[in-house]
């Protein structure tokens, strides 16, 4: 039995992605290889990459404006590294958001190359919160933030307005809600979450942003270099691209971002409604600022827990343990969840209290 996958990432993804991608480890286009077997060069591939990197900048609404995508190795993790390499100035400065553990780990790779400013951090209260007052150096060779932060389960709900270039780790919710994205001069995202498996990072680059830091960059590290090469510098993770471009296209097919945000905002709703309504459970965050991605939640009594994951598991429910470093739960509800399996979690939910109290 297929079961209700609240994995934080790598996750769910459409049936149809699995069921084309399963074929085309068999026999892609017909051609009697599997995709598994061919050269990154060659036509049927190339193909594939180009639509992919097209299709992401028409779902985003960044066609034509100057931006180009993406897909390498390395992880969300990697651009950690090459945004710093890439744009800070020699003795320059960077300013950071610090929302949580990724974002944190943003900024210990940043920190060797030059003045990293902090410029909010909700560090002291385990990142159940995102500043909102705060003001970024008008010298500042960009401002990073972290759109979604996946362990604790918040989200940036509004972005601040600033003449630097705007960095952002999206890698748990692009694509999931409609957004002014040329706002933003690099998105990176890992694909684990919303875009495909784990295996390739997407980066939206705006190119006029490159090319200052003054900087000697390794190619491997130089968006310039990804970009001349068309995103195939050295040999793409193949099987990750294609799965990317079938998740791409399950999207467009089903109107696009702004489709799939009023299902992710009924999902959000349903859930958050039930984990405020119900006297056994304690939402962690900051209600303002919860995450329609990730919903992270406590039980009052720490006693009824055995009873609460037993119910849950003969759910057919996966994958909602929180973080270590948080504890409680964490029920992602990406795009390719559907509401049914909320549902059965918030049945879960009140059959739980049915039987406690
Ligand atoms: N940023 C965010 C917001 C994440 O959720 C993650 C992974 N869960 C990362 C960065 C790190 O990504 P990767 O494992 O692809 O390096």
Same mark, same amino acid.
């Given at each position: 039995?297929?079961?209700?996958?609240?994995?934080?990432?790598?996750?769910?993804?459409?049936?149809?992605?699995?069921?084309?991608?399963?074929?085309?480890?068999?026999?892609?286009?017909?051609?009697?290889?599997?995709?598994?077997?061919?050269?990154?060069?060659? &036509?049927?591939?190339?193909?594939?990459?180009?639509?992919?990197?097209?299709?992401?900048?028409?779902?985003?609404?960044?066609?034509?404006?100057?931006?180009?995508?993406?897909?390498?190795?390395?992880?969300?993790?990697?651009?950690?590294?090459?945004?710093?390499?890439?744009?800070?100035?020699?003795?320059?400065?960077?300013?950071?958001?610090?929302?949580?553990?990724?974002?944190?780990?943003?900024?210990?790779?940043? &920190?060797?190359?030059?003045?990293?400013?902090?410029?909010?951090?909700?560090?002291?209260?385990?990142?159940?919160?995102?500043?909102?007052?705060?003001?970024?150096?008008?010298?500042?060779?960009?401002?990073?933030?972290?759109?979604?932060?996946?362990?604790?389960?918040?989200?940036?709900?509004?972005?601040?307005?600033?003449?630097?270039?705007?960095?952002?780790?999206?890698?748990?919710?692009?694509?999931?809600?409609?957004?002014?994205?040329?706002?933003?001069?690099?998105?990176?995202?890992?694909?684990?979450?919303?875009?495909?498996?784990?295996?390739?990072?997407?980066?939206?680059?705006?190119?006029?942003?490159?090319?200052?830091?003054?900087?000697?960059?390794?190619?491997?590290?130089?968006?310039?270099?990804?970009?001349?090469?068309?995103?195939?510098?050295?040999?793409?993770?193949?099987?990750?691209?294609?799965?990317?471009?079938?998740?791409?296209?399950?999207?467009?097919?089903?109107?696009?971002?702004?489709?799939?945000?009023?299902?992710?905002?009924?999902?959000?709703?349903?859930?958050?409604?039930?984990?405020?309504?119900?006297?056994?459970?304690?939402?962690?965050?900051?209600?303002?600022?919860?995450?329609?991605?990730?919903?992270?939640?406590?039980?009052?009594?720490?006693?009824?827990?055995?009873?609460?994951?037993?119910?849950?598991?003969?759910?057919?429910?996966?994958?909602?343990?929180?973080?270590?470093?948080?504890?409680?739960?964490?029920?992602?509800?990406?795009?390719?969840?559907?509401?049914?399996?909320?549902?059965?979690?918030?049945?879960?939910?009140?059959?739980?209290?049915?039987?406690?109290?």
């Amino acid at each position: 039995m297929k079961k209700h996958n609240y994995s934080a990432g790598p996750c769910i993804l459409p049936q149809e992605v699995f069921e084309k991608a399963s074929q085309a480890i068999l026999d892609f286009n017909n051609s009697g290889l599997s995709i598994l077997e061919i050269s990154h060069r060659s &036509k049927d591939f190339v193909a594939v990459m180009d639509e992919a990197r097209a299709l992401v900048l028409e779902l985003l609404g960044l066609e034509g404006k100057g931006y180009q995508a993406l897909f390498l190795q390395g992880g969300a993790s990697l651009e950690f590294l090459m945004i710093p390499y890439n744009l800070m100035k020699i003795e320059g400065k960077a300013a950071y958001l610090d929302t949580g553990t990724w974002a944190s780990g943003a900024i210990k790779e940043a &920190k060797p190359f030059g003045e990293t400013v902090i410029v909010a951090s909700s560090k002291e209260s385990n990142y159940t919160f995102i500043p909102k007052d705060y003001s970024i150096p008008a010298d500042a060779d960009y401002f990073h933030c972290t759109s979604n932060n996946t362990i604790f389960g918040t989200q940036m709900k509004s972005f601040p307005e600033t003449n630097v270039p705007v960095v952002c780790d999206m890698s748990s919710d692009i694509f999931s809600r409609t957004l002014d994205f040329s706002k933003f001069d690099i998105i990176y995202a890992g694909a684990q979450k919303n875009m495909g498996p784990a295996g390739t990072t997407l980066v939206v680059v705006k190119e006029e942003v490159l090319g200052k830091s003054g900087r000697t960059i390794p190619n491997i590290l130089n968006y310039e270099q990804h970009i001349a090469k068309e995103s195939m510098y050295n040999t793409p993770p193949v099987f990750a691209v294609y799965t990317s471009l079938l998740t791409l296209q399950w999207l467009k097919n089903k109107g696009g971002i702004a489709a799939i945000e009023k299902e992710n905002e009924s999902k959000a709703a349903l859930l958050y409604a039930e984990i405020d309504r119900n006297s056994l459970f304690n939402g962690v965050v900051a209600t303002e600022d919860r995450s329609f991605m990730n919903a992270t939640f406590t039980l009052k009594n720490i006693e009824h827990q055995e009873t609460f994951d037993a119910l849950w598991k003969a759910a057919g429910i996966s994958g909602i343990n929180g973080h270590r470093s948080v504890g409680g739960y964490r029920a992602s509800m990406y795009n390719a969840l559907p509401i049914e399996s909320v549902q059965v979690l918030v049945d879960v939910m009140k059959e739980f209290e049915n039987k406690i109290i």
